[in-house]
């Protein structure tokens, strides 16, 4: 276990940033924290980094308790890299910014030229080494600043946010240069981001954190399905959360009484538990009969709401209780839904995730 | 206004016949000012440093005080240094009152808080983010700093270039513990003050051209070396 986190707090002031981390990365996984802006994501990377000392908790690194003493830290913390969000580079030359930490650590002569030079040719900057580095664009700040951290081999690299502040397309040339370093080094690499698409993309697991806490950790496809609480479920983007309790349960198959409205889901949960139904708006199908078909939800509604984006459209219908479809633009335009369209809509038993309040 | 204009005529030959005592005085007040620039630049940036990359009580009134010290009275320092320097005072055993070494001194403290204040508005304009990237790369506290003072370097020369501005203009100070010693610890400044009071207009006039090109000269190299840096940068 190169990293173990435990019960970390931080608080700025009278409040509490951090609560209660629990975290451990593998040597070589790469972990993605996933959460909104202000979740407190880089304040648990300034901590991991060492750059902060936490309010309570404690940090090992390596096996071993990170110390208080500065000079002992200062040994630990030359072991990780940090990227920041809004990278600030050195007034000086892009070779010397990314000599820069071979320089601190006494790094000299052809073996410092020869690092330089082939963390440049990763990020794609070779022939960039005497531009001063305040000139570059975002993306290219972005990418001498990722040479800068990797260049002295750390064995932890933190990227706080490393895409948050650029253009789409240095977004998806800073993403595959990531991808390629947690292929070519063996580094261990803690990232983190708001966009759950790009943590699924990247890591090996996922810690989602929502205002100081870390809800749920594990694998970015089980997350992303399964949510554990309600505010993670409307982070990985549920739209349809309805509060509801456990009718009956035959067999593993519940029924959710929600206002008045039955849903059947799958569960073992007993009668009575009170529980949030979660449906994907892409599990809901729309047709303009009612059909016999295997989904066990059928409501009827009336759409009050079409949004298009790209080849998809948003339906939000009515059927007593609001309820969001995605669909193709093509089916929709087939059905000729518009807003006021009588439809029904559709979804399996198997769609419904619950989970307990 | 003809009288005038034939004194200035008359400085100019001073200046460009190369009158040695003019001259002679010119140097002089060069070497005590950019030494006393040397000495007060080499205390204050460390002491600087020291305020700025550490917190502890009472910083904002420390700065407060440093910030009280740059209008300070050049008199007042020309009496203190005089009552330490004097042959009763805790340093008269020096025997250097009226020396130029006893101006340099006095000037290192006339213009050491001063650059210090500078100084530390100068590292506080570095973005945080500077000393995090330092630190966040491995920098120990010493390294850190030196990588903020570089980034900080054009600023800190405007602070060290005040002070030497401050230095080679006073004349209240260098009067007072220097004496104005004709051909030992005469300057520009203390020259002009006792020329224009013998009526020696032209002699007067030629100093304060000088004086007023060296300060030009020395205020204009820097900003020109930045522009010049700054243009390499730029391609």
């Given at each position: 276990?190169?990293?173990?986190?435990?019960?970390?707090?931080?608080r700025?002031?009278?409040?509490?940033?951090?609560?209660?981390?629990?975290?451990?990365?593998?040597?070589?996984?790469?972990?993605?924290i996933?959460?909104?802006?202000?979740?407190?994501?880089?304040?648990?990377?300034?901590?991991?980094?060492l750059?902060?000392?936490?309010?309570?908790?404690?940090?090992?690194?390596?096996?071993?308790e990170?110390?208080?003493?500065?000079?002992?830290?200062?040994?630990?913390?030359?072991?990780?890299?940090?990227?920041?969000?809004?990278?600030?580079?050195?007034?000086?030359?892009?070779?010397?910014?990314?000599?820069?930490?071979?320089?601190?650590?006494?790094?000299?002569?052809?073996?410092?030229?020869?690092?330089?030079?082939?963390?440049?040719?990763?990020?794609?900057?070779?022939?960039?080494?005497?531009?001063?580095?305040?000139?570059?664009?975002?993306?290219?700040?972005?990418?001498?600043?990722?040479?800068?951290?990797?260049?002295?081999?750390?064995?932890?690299?933190?990227?706080?946010?490393?895409?948050?502040?650029?253009?789409?397309?240095?977004?998806?040339?800073?993403e595959?240069?990531?991808?390629?370093?947690?292929?070519?080094?063996?580094?261990?690499?803690?990232?983190?981001?708001?966009?759950?698409?790009?943590?699924?993309?990247?890591?090996?697991?996922?810690?989602?954190?929502?205002?100081?806490?870390?809800?749920?950790?594990g694998?970015?496809?089980?997350?992303?399905?399964?949510?554990?609480?309600?505010?993670l479920?409307e982070?990985?983007?549920?739209?349809?959360?309805?509060?509801?309790?456990?009718?009956?349960?035959?067999?593993?198959?519940?029924?959710?009484?929600?206002?008045?409205?039955?849903?059947?889901?799958?569960?073992?949960?007993?009668?009575?538990?009170?529980?949030?139904?979660?449906?994907?708006?892409?599990?809901?199908?729309?047709?303009?009969?009612?059909?016999?078909?295997?989904?066990?939800?059928?409501?009827?509604?009336?759409?009050?709401?079409?949004?298009?984006?790209?080849?998809?459209?948003?339906?939000?219908?009515?059927?007593?209780?609001?309820?969001?479809?995605?669909?193709?633009?093509?089916?929709?335009?087939?059905?000729?839904?518009?807003?006021?369209?009588?439809?029904?809509?559709?979804?399996?038993?198997?769609?419904?995730?619950?989970?307990?309040? | 206004?003809?009288?005038?204009?034939?004194?200035?005529?008359?400085?100019?030959?001073?200046?460009?016949?190369?009158?040695?005592?003019?001259?002679?005085?010119?140097?002089?007040?060069?070497?005590?000012?950019?030494?006393?620039?040397?000495?007060?630049?080499?205390?204050?940036?460390?002491?600087?440093?020291l305020?700025?990359?550490?917190?502890?009580?009472?910083?904002?009134?420390?700065?407060?005080?440093?910030?009280?010290?740059?209008?300070?009275?050049?008199?007042?320092v020309?009496?203190?240094?005089?009552?330490?320097?004097?042959?009763?005072?805790?340093?008269?055993?020096?025997?250097?009152?009226?020396?130029?070494?006893?101006?340099v001194?006095?000037?290192?403290?006339?213009?050491?808080?001063?650059?210090?204040?500078l100084?530390?508005?100068?590292?506080?304009?570095?973005?945080?983010?500077?000393?995090?990237?330092?630190?966040?790369?491995?920098?120990?506290?010493?390294?850190?700093?030196?990588?903020?003072?570089?980034?900080?370097?054009?600023?800190?020369?405007?602070?060290?270039?005040?002070?030497?501005?401050?230095?080679?203009?006073?004349?209240?100070?260098?009067?007072?513990?220097?004496?104005?010693i004709?051909?030992?610890?005469?300057?520009?400044?203390?020259?002009?003050?006792?020329?224009?009071?013998?009526?020696n207009?032209?002699?007067?006039?030629?100093?304060?051209?000088?004086?007023?090109?060296?300060?030009?000269?020395?205020?204009?190299?820097?900003?020109?070396?930045?522009?010049?840096?700054?243009?390499?940068q730029?391609?």
């Amino acid at each position: 276990m190169l990293l173990e986190v435990n019960e970390l707090c931080q608080r700025f002031g009278n409040s509490d940033i951090l609560k209660d981390i629990n975290l451990e990365v593998e040597r070589g996984e790469t972990f993605v924290i996933v959460g909104p802006t202000g979740s407190g994501k880089s304040t648990l990377l300034r901590l991991i980094g060492l750059l902060d000392k936490p309010a309570s908790g404690t940090i090992r690194f390596g096996g071993r308790e990170v110390p208080d003493s500065e000079r002992a830290r200062l040994e630990l913390r030359r072991r990780i890299a940090i990227v920041f969000q809004r990278p600030a580079v050195f007034n000086t030359t892009v070779y010397d910014n990314v000599a820069y930490g071979l320089r601190i650590r006494s790094e000299k002569g052809a073996s410092l030229r020869n690092k330089v030079a082939r963390a440049l040719e990763t990020v794609g900057l070779s022939g960039y080494e005497k531009r001063n580095a305040q000139t570059l664009s975002g993306g290219e700040t972005q990418r001498v600043a990722l040479a800068r951290a990797m260049v002295f081999e750390p064995e932890l690299l933190l990227l706080d946010e490393p895409t948050a502040n650029l253009d789409p397309l240095s977004i998806s040339n800073v993403e595959r240069l990531i991808s390629q370093i947690i292929r070519d080094l063996d580094t261990t690499i803690i990232m983190s981001t708001h966009d759950m698409f790009q943590g699924q993309r990247l890591a090996d697991r996922i810690g989602v954190m929502i205002s100081g806490e870390m809800l749920q950790t594990g694998d970015p496809r089980e997350i992303f399905s399964r949510p554990q609480s309600r505010s993670l479920a409307e982070f990985v983007g549920i739209e349809n959360i309805l509060r509801g309790v456990i009718a009956s349960n035959e067999d593993g198959i519940v029924t959710i009484d929600t206002d008045g409205i039955p849903l059947e889901a799958i569960s073992n949960l007993d009668p009575g538990s009170e529980v949030y139904a979660c449906i994907r708006p892409e599990e809901v199908i729309l047709a303009p009969a009612k059909d016999l078909t295997s989904a066990r939800n059928t409501f009827p509604g009336e759409v009050s709401h079409i949004v298009l984006f790209g080849p998809l459209a948003r339906v939000e219908i009515d059927c007593g209780f609001p309820l969001v479809a995605l669909i193709t633009k093509k089916s929709a335009e087939e059905m000729g839904l518009q807003t006021g369209s009588r439809t029904y809509a559709y979804f399996k038993a198997t769609g419904v995730h619950i989970i307990e309040r | 206004m003809s009288e005038l204009a034939d004194a200035f005529v008359t400085a100019l030959k001073l200046i460009f016949t190369g009158d040695p005592e003019v001259w002679e005085i010119a140097a002089r007040t060069l070497a005590i000012s950019c030494s006393a620039t040397f000495f007060a630049a080499l205390i204050s940036i460390p002491i600087a440093c020291l305020i700025h990359f550490n917190h502890f009580k009472g910083k904002g009134t420390l700065i407060s005080i440093l910030q009280t010290f740059y209008a300070i009275p050049t008199v007042l320092v020309g009496l203190l240094v005089f009552i330490i320097f004097s042959r009763a005072g805790p340093l008269g055993g020096l025997g250097i009152l009226f020396t130029p070494q006893v101006m340099v001194i006095g000037q290192v403290v006339l213009i050491s808080p001063l650059m210090t204040g500078l100084t530390v508005s100068a590292l506080s304009g570095v973005r945080p983010e500077i000393r995090d990237t330092a630190v966040s790369l491995g920098a120990g506290r010493f390294q850190m700093a030196r990588t903020v003072l570089v980034e900080a370097k054009y600023a800190t020369l405007t602070a060290v270039l005040i002070g030497f501005g401050r230095a080679i203009s006073e004349v209240g100070l260098a009067i007072m513990v220097g004496g104005n010693i004709r051909g030992f610890t005469r300057t520009l400044t203390t020259a002009m003050s006792l020329e224009t009071s013998m009526g020696n207009i032209e002699l007067s006039m030629a100093l304060g051209i000088i004086l007023l090109s060296l300060a030009l000269i020395v205020i204009i190299i820097p900003s020109w070396i930045q522009q010049r840096s700054s243009r390499v940068q730029q391609r």
